[in-house]
């Protein structure tokens, strides 16, 4: 009686850990997956940082900004003569 007690309670037990075995190796294969999602959005966003930082390089150039300036807002250079200087009395 106890044998076939102790037989019963070791194939229950070695299939419980068999299950748990499964289990752990699904949630490892999960992650792994998760993991690499991750890593390729990561990717991506780098990527998309360095384009917009060439972009805004791109767009703080004074020479364009210049350009930009005088050709489409009709901004005119403004001379030394020009410039008037406010004494901090008034």
Do not use: W, Y
Not at 32 to 54: D, I, W
Not at 58 to 68: A, E, I, R
Not at 73 to 89: A, G, Y
């Amino acid at each position: 009686m106890k044998k076939t007690i102790f037989i019963t309670l070791f194939i229950v037990t070695h299939i419980g850990f068999f299950f748990l075995q499964i289990q752990k190796q699904m949630e490892s294969v999960r992650e792994s997956f998760t993991k690499q999602k991750n890593e390729r959005t990561l990717a991506q966003l780098e990527q998309n940082q360095q384009e917009l930082n060439n972009e805004l390089q791109v767009l703080q150039d004074k020479q364009d900004v210049c350009t930009f300036a005088q050709e489409n807002l009709k901004f005119k250079p403004i001379k030394l003569t020009q410039l008037h200087r406010l004494s901090h009395d008034e």
